[in-house]
């Protein structure tokens, strides 16, 4: 689909101000980003980089947020990490299941990725049979949902300055404040 047939249904202004302006520390509810694509867009679509793991996803996503905890940034070797959130069920692993490896650090979710070739792909809280969390860079195609926050701020790289997108921010995850450099 062309990117002008491409539609916000939630229109956000777009304000210019410092990241410790918009900072937020209360939960408040979040504007959440989707971008109409075509009902045969479903199911969506992704993979590792070496084509072991395939996997769909038969509902529309949910959420998705940019995370620039101290873990994503070791995980992805980037300055953050773009997740979406899947419907619980939605997700069906099509090849690639025994190449799947965790990390579960004590108190975070587990990390799936393929142990061939290392490309981060989910993450969960149970087992790789219904993952909830997925790498947003691990779809083929347009997802059709958009960032709607930045969590764990306070961690974020001194090397790349937080963007002036108008999106919220989060010194850490909303509605908890884990351990330092602790996140998702
Ligand atoms: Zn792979
Ligand atoms: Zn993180």
Redesign the pocket.
Known sequence: MAAEDRTLACTVVAVRVSVASRLQILPAPLKIWRVSIDGDALPLSGGCNCEAVRFEVHAPLVVAHY???????R?TGTA??I?ARAVPGSVRILRGREQLRAWKPED?REKWFCGACGSSLFSTTTDFGDPIGIRMGAFDADPGIRPSAR??VA?AAPWEPIPEDGLPCFAAKRRRVPAAGA??
């Open positions: 995370c620039h905890c101290r873990r994503c940034q995980r953050a990490s997740n975070g969590f764990f961690c996140g998702t």
